[in-house]
């Protein structure tokens, strides 16, 4: 039977861990051709390895550090050329630095939005004239619940500012690719087991407690909770749906 995402070329960001590594897997198992890029080598390959023992295959690129603007736009023309087009983009990679305002250094503050807004804005931009040049395509951006509440425990100020800025830079997206066929939405997961939430649990005591707290369903997220919320936005089944975030977080925000 075909996937859900037959034959379509998906570039996911940030497969080395965590919600990158989810998704790239599960388009690759719904028959995405997937090139799944991050700037960790042995972290990618691991991904890709996972992909194959679950009947998928990953077309791994690293290391690629999204953050150099040429290399960005190399990797998307490339991709175009070597598959005849591209039809999905899934902006995964983030890096982010926690504080507390009065320890937060402006070096940390720059290094989040950075890490989470401007690598979203060079791939959305590098990939923008293949996606016309298809006839549309499918953006999405990662957001996160830290867009919509504080967390108790958790230093965010940086990381929400980030977040606040991707769901609402997705809609302007949304609203220039409309007439491009180009649809752009964003995911905004609760806790989610990765890398880095594992280093958030570990450098903030109390933090998981909270999560656990919060969660009415009783679990912490993972990366394949948030990965079929992908694959609908890549798919046709979402073919009326741009400029919308969907929140998927066990019910985090809900009270
Ligand atoms: N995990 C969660 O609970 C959660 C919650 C809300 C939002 N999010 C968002 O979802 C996305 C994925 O989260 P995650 O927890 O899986 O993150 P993660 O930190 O575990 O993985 C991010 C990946 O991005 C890669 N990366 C970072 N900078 C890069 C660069 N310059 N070039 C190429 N690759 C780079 C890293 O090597 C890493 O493999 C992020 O945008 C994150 O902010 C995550």
Redesign the pocket.
Known sequence: MPGRLNQKVAIV?????????GVAALFAREGARVVG????VE?ARLAAEEARQGGGSIDVQAP????QEETVDMLMADVADRYGGIDVLV??????EFAWIQEMTRAQWQKTLS??LD?VFLCCRAIWPHLIKRGGGSIIN?????AYASTRMLPSLA?SAG?GG?KAMTLQLAMEGASHGIRANSI??????????RAAFAANPGFKEEIERKVMLKRL?Q?QDVAWAAVYLASEESSWVTGSDFVVDGGMRAW
């Open positions: 960001t940030g497969i080395a861990s965590g919600i990158g590594r890029v991050d700037l960790n972290g690629v550090d999204l953050l902006n995964a990679a983030a890096v982010a890490g989470e690598i990662f957001g996160s619940v830290a990381h977040k991707v905004s997961p609760g806790l989610i087991v990765s890398d880095a939430t997220g990366p």
